[in-house]
């Protein structure tokens, strides 16, 4: 309970795209609302995006809004982030989240629960 696996990161190219995944345990996950959140060397965590428990309501970073588009698939527990457009200051370690208020997009880390391992995204210029 609990374990959070993204995959998908990987060295790109800038102007390239770019598709991360997150796989969440167990049915109750599907109630929950998901997040995804960054973090490059030497700065704070960023907010990206997150979606609450229907898929039907998002919210977005400033950075990333137009560019970026979370998703959700409940009946494979898993959570999408497709990245367009990516500039080299998008490069960071990439974190999935998940927080117990399925109606909550929240751009508060401390509102979320669970946190997976991360997965690194490089973009050269």
């Known amino acids: 309970q609990g374990q959070l696996v993204e995959s998908g990161g990987g060295l790109v190219q800038a102007g390239d795209s770019l598709r991360l995944s997150c796989a969440a345990p167990?049915?109750?996950?599907?109630?929950?609302?998901m997040g995804w959140f960054r973090q490059a060397p030497g700065k704070e965590r960023e907010f990206v995006g997150a979606?609450?428990?229907?898929?039907?309501?998002?919210s977005y970073g400033d950075s990333v809004e137009g560019r970026f588009t979370i998703s959700r698939d409940n009946a494979k527990s898993t959570v999408y982030l497709q990245m367009s457009s990516l500039k080299p200051e998008d490069t960071a370690v990439y974190y999935c989240?998940?927080?117990?208020?399925?109606?909550?997009?929240?751009?508060?880390?401390?509102?979320?629960?669970?946190w997976g391992q991360g997965t690194q995204v490089t973009v050269s210029s």
């Open positions: 989240a998940a927080n117990r208020n399925g109606y909550q997009s929240s751009s508060d880390p401390t509102d979320y629960t669970y």
């Open positions: 167990g049915p109750f996950f599907s109630s929950y609302s």
């Open positions: 979606v609450i428990w229907t898929g039907g309501g998002t």
